[in-house]
Nanobody, 122 residues
Framework: QVQLVESGGGSVQAGGSLRLSCAAS????????VAWFRQRPGQERERVAR???????VSDDSVKGRFILSPDSAKNTLYLQMNSLKPEDSAMYYC????????????????WGQGTQVTVSS
């Protein structure tokens, strides 16, 4: 089974950029749907981007044009490049994986990293 470790979070001013990493071990990420979620305090986890073995890379509508998911198969790692950050992007960001098709709901993902905090100040 796959293990996931996120890194790269931090504090940035509005308009800035951050790159998050999701390093997979135990299995290749290519055998899974791997998705990035974020969770703001008091809210449910929201998917922002995903990699599917069958349909490739997609950014969800809420971040489309600003967040870009890119894989590095040699490092078994997926990166989330976040540009033009806004204060409302502040959240804990998680990498998650599941077998089969990518789904919207966090509850269907079996494997989770520990999360990395992103804080965007105005």
């Amino acid at each position: 089974q796959v293990q996931l470790v996120e890194s790269g979070g931090g504090s940035v001013q509005a308009g800035g950029s951050l790159r998050l990493s999701c390093a997979a071990s135990g299995a290749s990420y290519k055998g899974y749907c791997v998705a990035w979620f974020r969770q703001r305090p008091g809210q449910e986890r929201e998917r922002v981007a995903r990699f599917s073995p069958t349909t490739g890379i997609v950014s969800d509508d809420s971040v489309k044009g600003r967040f870009i998911l890119s894989p590095d198969s040699a490092k078994n790692t997926l990166y989330l490049q976040m540009n033009s950050l806004k204060p409302e992007d502040s959240a804990m960001y998680y990498c998650a994986a599941r077998r089969g098709a990518c789904t919207l709901g966090a509850q269907s993902y079996n494997y989770w990293g520990q999360g990395t905090q992103v804080t965007v100040s105005s």
